[in-house]
């Protein structure tokens, strides 16, 4: 019955490394999304992406990549982890830009 | 440049009603949301505003005037479990952005 969920929920890595993280949605949503909550808890939106368009905020370094194998489905990708890169990775799903938006559970990304 | 602003901390009893507050800057304004996240959580919509108003939805209400660039969000009753962070968040004209402010944490007492 899970509507957003995301994998895996931690993740401790290195320096370096090159991870990634999977999110699926079963809401028959058209647009998901990637958002980033640092220590202040700021939520931040990374990447938007309908099945056609992507937008990407223009801060996200491109270490960090989309990739949808299908409209289900929204991985992000990242090169080359930095320690500031360590944050909660919140994906989301809505119906089309205009709907509410459905956040899955979180992943916490730690870099040592 | 886009801003958003909320108190950091509120504290409130239990039963009472409580106001938060959310002023916004944005290039563009197409809808104002509020959504709830409890610690280690994700975050949970609660209210959609894109006219001017009151949206009244149980204990919750939100009210929006986009001349003034304000929102707020009004808890009634109080629980225990409304402790949690509100975080208020707009979405720009072109609706594939959404600005999210800081949040505010509440905390509700006995």
């Known amino acids: 019955d899970t509507a957003v969920s995301q994998t895996p929920k931690y993740l401790v890595t290195q320096m370096g490394n090159d991870k990634s993280i999977k999110c699926e949605q079963n809401l028959g949503h058209d647009t998901m999304y990637w958002y980033k909550q640092d220590s202040k808890k700021f939520l931040k939106i990374m990447f938007s992406y309908n099945n056609k368009e992507l937008i990407i905020n223009e801060t996200v370094p491109n270490r960090f990549s989309p990739k949808s194998p299908d409209k289900a489905h929204l991985n992000l990708h990242i090169n080359s982890l930095e320690l500031g890169d360590s944050a909660v990775y919140f994906c989301?799903?809505?119906?089309?830009?205009?709907?509410?938006?459905?956040f899955g559970p979180g992943t916490r990304l730690t870099v040592l | 440049g886009q801003n958003i602003d909320q108190p950091t901390e509120m504290t409130a009893t239990e039963g009472a009603i409580v106001q938060i507050n959310c002023t916004y800057q944005?290039?563009?304004?197409?809808?104002l949301f509020w959504y709830q996240q409890h610690a280690g959580e994700a975050p949970t919509f609660l209210s959609y505003?894109?006219?001017?108003g009151l949206e009244e939805k149980g204990r919750f209400s939100s009210f929006l005037s986009r001349s003034k660039g304000y929102s707020y969000l009004l808890l009634k009753e109080l629980q225990m479990k409304d402790s949690a962070s509100y975080l208020c968040a707009v979405r720009d004209n072109y609706g594939q952005n959404f600005v999210f402010g800081p949040g505010t944490r509440l905390s509700v007492l006995p």
């Open positions: 989301a799903s809505s119906n089309t830009y205009t709907d509410t938006q459905y």
């Open positions: 505003n894109v006219l001017d």
């Open positions: 944005t290039s563009g304004f197409n809808g």
